[in-house]
C-alpha cells in the first residue's frame, strides 16, 4: 500500500462509517477497529524503507506549479505509528463506551478523518501538503471536540478554533512568502532557503510557522484552549487529544528546530551558554509552561481538567527539551514524547472508564472505587508512577534523559522548573487517586461494577507498554537513534537496558532487580508475620465521633487546601480571562464601527462608493 | 553467584534496619534528656518491633496491605543505591536522581496505604506531606543539581570520590551554603521539628499512620528506621566526603542524626503553607546562589 492510499482510505472509508453507524450504533467503533488495525499493520511493514516509499504529484493552479510530496522518514513513521496506534485502542474501547450515545455515529466519521488527516501531516514532504492536512485535522477535531456533551464544549471548541485559525493565517502567509521566492515547498530545499537568507527575514518567517505549531503543542501563553478542550470534548476523545494530538504540534516544532537547522542561522546571535537565545527563549517558555500546568492542576476539582493541565505540564517538558537541542535534549524530548502519549492516554482512559460509570467528573462526588473498579484502578496507579517519574516505569528514563540534558548544560532555572513539574505532578496525581479510587464509597456508587472487558483491552496493553519501555528502552532508543541519524544529530549510546547520559549511564536491569528483590522481602517479612482481620472503611478511628455517613466522611474536596492558598492570587489572574477582556473589547469596537457606518440609509452607502472610487481613481494617478 | 548476591541482599538490609532502629532508640533518650526527663532505654524501638509483629492487627482492604509492602519493598530498594561506608551492593553511575524517585515509591505506597484505610485524618496527613515535599524537595534538588555539576558525576559513589583527600576536599567546606541549605532540607526529608506539620500528633492524631497497627505499623516503623539510615547515608555521602572505614561512616551519620535530632527537639511546628514558602525563601535562594558560583 503506498503512503497516498494509507491517508487516503480512512478519509473515504468515513463517509461508510457514518452511513452505516448511523443505523448499527457500535458499527462506528468497530469498522474504526478494523481500519486502524489493518492501516497499523500496514504502517509496520514500511518500517526501514525510508525515503524510497516517495510519491510526489504535480498540479498546476494558474500558471503555479504546486508539487505535492509525500515521503516516508523514521519521524513521520513513528508518529504516524503511534496516531494509528492509539485511534485502534481507543476504538477498542469506544465499541462499548459509546453504546448508549446520540452521536456515536459522528464520532467515528470524524475520528477516522482525522486519523487520515494527522498521516497526511506526518507524511508530508513539503509545506502544502502540511498545511492542507493541517487545516483538515484542525477542523475534524473542532468537530469532535464540540460534539462534546458539556455546556462548556461550544465554548471551548470555539477557544480552541480561533487560536488555530490565527496560526493557520500566519502559516500560509510565511508559505506563499516562500513560495513567491523559491517556487518550490520541499522541506529541505525550504530549509536551504531559510538557511540563505539574512537571519532577521528567517527567524520571522520561523516564528510565523511556528506559531500554529506551538498553539497545537498548548505551549504557555497560547495554551488556553488546551484545559477547556480537553475537559469538554467526548470522554473516549480527550485520550487522543491529549496523547496524539498534541504530539502533533511538537512535530512542526521539531521540523523547525532539526531539519532547519536553527544553529546555522542563528549562529552569529547571542547565546546563553552555548545556545543561542532563541532557543533558550523556547525553552523558557517550555519552563513556564511546566510551572504553570502543575500549579493549575493541582487546584482543580474537575478530574478531566486537571488531566488537562497536567498534559500542558508535560507538553513543557517536550518542548524545553526539544529546544535545547544537544544530542541528550533531543533524545529526552522524543522519549517524553512516546512515554506520555502512552501514560497520558491510559490515565484519560480510565478516567473515562470512571466517567462512564458514575455519570460525573467532580472529584467530590466520587470515592472508594478500587474494589468495584479494580482493573481501572490498577492501570490509572501504573500511568500515574510513569507520570510522576518513578522507576521502574518509562516515565522515569526519559526524564532522566532531560535531566541529564539540563544538567549537562547546567540550566539552573530550567532544573528547578523541571524539577518542580516532577514533584509538584506527586501531588496533582495523587488527588484522583485518593479521591475517586480510595477513601469512602458513596452509597450511590454502591452497585457500580467493573467496566466491560472490551474497554479493559486498550489498559492491559497500555500498562504492559509502560512496564516494558520502563525496563527495555532500548526498544524506543533504536527508533530514535535511526531518527537522529536522518536528521543528522548524534546519537546517544545506548543497549536494549541502558542509557549513557552526560554524567552517568542508565541501567534499568539494574533497578528492576532491586525493586523486585526489596518488593519480595517486604512480602515475604508481610506473610509470615501474624494474620490480620479484615474490617469495613467505616470502621476507623474517629476521635470517638460517631460516624455513620460516608459521604461526609470522604475527604476529598480542595484537597491541597493550604498549598492553594499560595497561589490564589495568583491563579486568580487568568490568561484566558484575560484573552476574553481582549475579545470582548474587540466586540465592543465592532459594534461601535458598526453603528456609525452601518446607518441603514442608502445615502450613506452611495457615499461610501464614490469615496471609494475617489480612492481608486487617486491610486491610479499616483501610480 | 546468585546466592551471595541474595545473602548480600538479605545481611544489608537487616544491618540497616537494626542501624535505623538503633538511632530511633537514640533519639529517643537525646529528646528526652533535652525535656528533662530520663527516657526509654535505647533499645526500646527493637522491642517495639518485636511486640508489634506479634499483634493482632485489621486491615481496611487489599490496598492497605499492598501500600504498606510497597512502602517497605521501595524503602529497601532505595537502600541498595546508597553506599554506607564501602558497603555497597550497586555502584551504578546515576544513581543520584535515581535515589530520590526511588524513595518516592516508598512515599506513594505509604499514602496509598494510609488513604485506604478510608480515614479522613490520613488523607489530611497525606495532603500536608505532599505538599511539605515540594517545599524541601525544591532547594535540595538545586543543591543536588549543583553537585553534579561541580564533581562531574551524577552517582553519589562518585560524589564520594571526589570529596577524597582529606577534610578540605569535603562539600562541606567547598558548598558550604549548599550544606546548609541541604540540611534544612534534610529535617523536612525526615520530617524533624518545625516540619512535622504531617504527622502533627496533637491536630491530626498522627495523620498518615492513624489507622496502623500490629504488623502494618511495624512494618512502617522498620521501612522508617531504613529511611533514617538512607537519607543520613545520603548526606554523609554528598557532604562530608563518605569513609571509607565503616565506623568513621557510622559516626559521621551518628552526628548529623544528633544534629537534626537536636534541632528537632527545640523548635514549634510549621503551618504546612508557612513551611512550604519558608522553603521557597532562604533556602531556595541560599541554593541558587551556590549553583549560580559553582556553575558560572
Do not use: C
Not at chain 1, 590 to 613: C, H, R, W
Not at chain 2, 47 to 61: E, P, S
Not at chain 2, 258 to 274: C, D, H, N, Q, Y
Amino acid at each position: 500500500m503506498s503512503l497516498s492510499q494509507i491517508i487516503i482510505i480512512p478519509i473515504i472509508i468515513s463517509i461508510f462509517t457514518y452511513l452505516i453507524s448511523k443505523k448499527f450504533k457500535t458499527a462506528g467503533s468497530l469498522i474504526n477497529i478494523i481500519l486502524s488495525g489493518y492501516i497499523l499493520y500496514t504502517i509496520t511493514n514500511i518500517y526501514g524503507k525510508w525515503d524510497i516509499l516517495s510519491q510526489s504529484l504535480n498540479i498546476n493552479i494558474m500558471g503555479n506549479n504546486f508539487n505535492f510530496i509525500l515521503n516516508n522518514s523514521p519521524l513521520a513513521w513513528l508518529l504516524g505509528i503511534m496516531t494509528v496506534g492509539s485511534v485502534f485502542l481507543i476504538s477498542i474501547f469506544s465499541v462499548s463506551s459509546q453504546k448508549n450515545i446520540n452521536n456515536a455515529a459522528s464520532f467515528s466519521f470524524l475520528f477516522s478523518i482525522l486519523m487520515g488527516s494527522i498521516l497526511g501531516v506526518v507524511f508530508a514532504g513539503d509545506l502544502m501538503t502540511l498545511f492542507i492536512f493541517w487545516e483538515l485535522m484542525t477542523w475534524s477535531s473542532f468537530f469532535l471536540i464540540s460534539s462534546g456533551k458539556k455546556e462548556g464544549a461550544k465554548k471551548a471548541s470555539y477557544r480552541y478554533l480561533i487560536l488555530s485559525t490565527i496560526g493557520a493565517y500566519l502559516m500560509i502567509t510565511s508559505i506563499f512568502i516562500i513560495y513567491s521566492q523559491i517556487n518550490t515547498l520541499e522541506f529541505t530545499q525550504v530549509a536551504n532557503y531559510l538557511q540563505s537568507i539574512p537571519a532577521l527575514n528567517s527567524i520571522i518567517l520561523i516564528i510565523m510557522m511556528g506559531i500554529p505549531f506551538l498553539i497545537k503543542t498548548g505551549v504557555f501563553p497560547v495554551h488556553v484552549w488546551v484545559n477547556g478542550a480537553h475537559s469538554n470534548a467526548p470522554k473516549e476523545f480527550s485520550p487522543f487529544l491529549s496523547g496524539m494530538m498534541l504530539k502533533i504540534g511538537t512535530y512542526g516544532l521539531m521540523l523547525l528546530l532539526y531539519l532547519v537547522p536553527l544553529y546555522n542561522i542563528l549562529d552569529t546571535s547571542i547565546k546563553f551558554r552555548g545556545l543561542p537565545i532563541f532557543n533558550y527563549i523556547l525553552a523558557l517558555f517550555g519552563g513556564i509552561t511546566i510551572i504553570t500546568g502543575t500549579i493549575l492542576a493541582i487546584r482543580q476539582e474537575d478530574v478531566k481538567k486537571l488531566v488537562a493541565f497536567s498534559s500542558i505540564s508535560q507538553m513543557g517538558y517536550i518542548v524545553m527539551a526539544l529546544a535545547i537541542t544537544t544530542p541528550l535534549g533531543f533524545t529526552g524530548g522524543l522519549l517524553h514524547l512516546m512515554n506520555h502519549m502512552i501514560f497520558k492516554t491510559t490515565i484519560f482512559l480510565t478516567m473515562a472508564a470512571v466517567i462512564y460509570r458514575t455519570n460525573t467528573t467532580k472529584m467530590s462526588e466520587m470515592g472508594g472505587l478500587i474494589f468495584r473498579m479494580p482493573v481501572t484502578f490498577a492501570a490509572y496507579l501504573t500511568a500515574i508512577i510513569a507520570l510522576a517519574g518513578i522507576p521502574p516505569t518509562n516515565g522515569f528514563i526519559s526524564k532522566w534523559v532531560i535531566y541529564q540534558a539540563l544538567i549537562q548544560k547546567g540550566y539552573i532555572f530550567l532544573s528547578v522548573a523541571a524539577f518542580f513539574g516532577s514533584i509538584g505532578s506527586f501531588m496533582y496525581v495523587f488527588k484522583p487517586l485518593s479521591t475517586v479510587f480510595l477513601g469512602q464509597l458513596k452509597p450511590i456508587h454502591k452497585d457500580i461494577k467493573e467496566v466491560p472487558f472490551l474497554m479493559q483491552i486498550p489498559m492491559y496493553i497500555l500498562m504492559a507498554l509502560m512496564v516494558l519501555f520502563g525496563v527495555l528502552p532500548g526498544i524506543q532508543m533504536n527508533i530514535i537513534n535511526q531518527i537522529a541519524r536522518y536528521l543528522n544529530i548524534e546519537t546517544v549510546q545506548s543497549t536494549l537496558y541502558t542509557i549513557t547520559g552526560a554524567y552517568g549511564a542508565w541501567n534499568s536491569l539494574i533497578i528492576f532487580n532491586v525493586f523486585v528483590g526489596g518488593f519480595l522481602l517486604a512480602l515475604i517479612i508481610f506473610v509470615f508475620a501474624k494474620k490480620s482481620e479484615l474490617v469495613g472503611l467505616m470502621d476507623t478511628y474517629t476521635s470517638g465521633e460517631y460516624m455513620d455517613d460516608p459521604e461526609a466522611y470522604h475527604y476529598a474536596y480542595k484537597y491541597y487546601r493550604p498549598f492553594d492558598r499560595i497561589f490564589d492570587s495568583f491563579a486568580a489572574k487568568s490568561l484566558t480571562r484575560a484573552y476574553d477582556t481582549f475579545a470582548r473589547n474587540i466586540t465592543k469596537l465592532g459594534n461601535l464601527l458598526g453603528k456609525t457606518i452601518v446607518t441603514g440609509n442608502g445615502q450613506s452607502y452611495a457615499f461610501y462608493m464614490i469615496l471609494l472610487m475617489v480612492i481608486l481613481a487617486f491610486a491610479g494617478w499616483m501610480v | 553467584m546468585i546466592i551471595i548476591t541474595i545473602l548480600e541482599f538479605l545481611l544489608i538490609a537487616i544491618f540497616a534496619m537494626a542501624l535505623g532502629l538503633l538511632f530511633m532508640g537514640i533519639a529517643r533518650k537525646v529528646v528526652a534528656r533535652t525535656q528533662k526527663r530520663i527516657g526509654p532505654p535505647f533499645y526500646q524501638p527493637y522491642l517495639d518491633v518485636l511486640k508489634l509483629f506479634g499483634k493482632d492487627a485489621i486491615t481496611h482492604g487489599f490496598i492497605f496491605d499492598f501500600g504498606a509492602i510497597m512502602a517497605f519493598g521501595g524503602m529497601i530498594a532505595t537502600l541498595f543505591f546508597v553506599p554506607i561506608g564501602s558497603i555497597y551492593l550497586y555502584s551504578m553511575s546515576g544513581t543520584l536522581l535515581l535515589v530520590i524517585y526511588l524513595m518516592a515509591i516508598a512515599y506513594l505506597g505509604m499514602a496509598m496505604a494510609t488513604v485506604g484505610s478510608g480515614n479522613p485524618l490520613a488523607s489530611v496527613g497525606i495532603s500536608r506531606a505532599l505538599t511539605q515535599m515540594l517545599g524541601y524537595e525544591m532547594p535540595f534538588i538545586v543543591v543536588l543539581l549543583t553537585l553534579i555539576y561541580s564533581s562531574g558525576s551524577s552517582s553519589i559513589v562518585g560524589i564520594m570520590q571526589a570529596q577524597q583527600g582529606g577534610f578540605m576536599n569535603w562539600n562541606l567546606i567547598n558548598v558550604p551554603l549548599g550544606t546548609l541549605v541541604a540540611f534544612i532540607a534534610l529535617l523536612g526529608l525526615m520530617g524533624k521539628k518545625p516540619f512535622d506539620a504531617p504527622i502533627a500528633p496533637s491536630e491530626i492524631a498522627s495523620g498518615p499512620v492513624v489507622e496502623h497497627g500490629g504488623k502494618y505499623l511495624g512494618l512502617l516503623m522498620l521501612q522508617h528506621a531504613v529511611s533514617i539510615v538512607v537519607k543520613t547515608a545520603l548526606f554523609v555521602n554528598l557532604f562530608f566526603g563518605g569513609a571509607s572505614n565503616i565506623l568513621f561512616f557510622l559516626l559521621k551519620m551518628l552526628l548529623v542524626w544528633l544534629l537534626a535530632t537536636l534541632i528537632g527537639s527545640v523548635f514549634p511546628r510549621f503551618k504546612v503553607e508557612e513551611g512550604v514558602l519558608f522553603y521557597w525563601k532562604w533556602p531556595l535562594i541560599g541554593a541558587l546562589i551556590q549553583a549560580v558560583i559553582i556553575i558560572f
